[in-house]
């Protein structure tokens, strides 16, 4: 078994069930002699795990990226199970934290003016890169520090997306969608490239989720709130090679 989780629990030669006994009621040991048996590889992302902390005892929940891959000998009979694991736990924790804040940030849209800003005054410290796009023409009407560092050296406030960025046609498509459907959407993994002066262009993902929201039972806009998970992105790449 390879992985990157931080158990320590695991020594060479012993069975799964053995080491990480808690696993077992879970499912995981099915799984895997199902991958066994069949010799279909198994791919599991964001899927919860409870595992037994070695330093307190204590049964902690957990999320894992996984693959189960079937290891072939030569006439391609299944000799064993290669397990390559990613803990992501803090990356579902801390979207699970964002779906909240977007909520929050829907509700003090609908606030008057001085409680909106005192809202509004959280979200400066959020690690979470969040905005709202005012109809018409997607003016920006709030943006916070962590979105505003994807355009260094860019003023957002009071400008039109078309103005900040071109070419981002189909960005304004599918804002134009939510804003007459209401339905929300979510764009997992985009690349955002930013570059400061001086320095080499840097690469970073995001999930990205859009809404909208309303002002007096219309729509006045949408909100975009992204999760940078970079980290997550480039794991997933590993497994693949």
Do not use: W
Not at 194 to 216: I, K, N
């Amino acid at each position: 078994m390879t992985t990157t989780t931080p158990s320590r629990r695991a020594a060479l030669g012993s069975a799964v069930a053995e080491a990480l006994p808690e696993v077992v009621a879970q499912g995981f040991i099915d799984l895997l002699d199902r991958v066994d048996t069949t010799g279909e590889p198994f791919i599991g992302n964001e899927i919860p795990i409870d595992l037994r902390n070695p330093s307190s005892g204590q049964v902690e929940p957990r999320y894992l990226d996984f693959v189960y891959q079937p290891l072939l000998d030569g006439q391609h009979s299944i000799q064993g199970v290669l397990v390559f694991a990613v803990e992501v736990t803090e990356q579902v924790v801390a979207r699970q934290q964002a779906e909240a804040l977007q909520a929050a940030v829907l509700a003090a849209v609908q606030r008057q003016q001085e409680d909106r800003e005192n809202v509004f005054q959280l979200f400066e410290q959020s690690p979470a890169v969040i905005c709202l796009l005012r109809e018409p023409n997607y003016r920006f009407d709030y943006v916070n520090p962590a979105y505003q560092s994807l355009f260094p050296g860019q003023t957002l406030p009071g400008r039109t997306l078309t103005e900040v960025q071109p070419a981002a046609t189909e960005l304004i498509a599918l804002l134009d969608d939510i804003s007459q459907t209401g339905v929300a959407r979510l764009q997992a993994g985009v690349p955002v490239t930013t570059q400061l002066a001086g320095q080499p262009a840097s690469t970073r993902y995001f999930d990205f989720t859009y809404q909208a929201y309303r002002e007096q039972q219309r729509i006045a806009g949408v909100s975009l709130f992204g999760l940078d998970v970079t980290a997550q992105v480039l794991a997933r790449g590993q497994c693949k090679t």
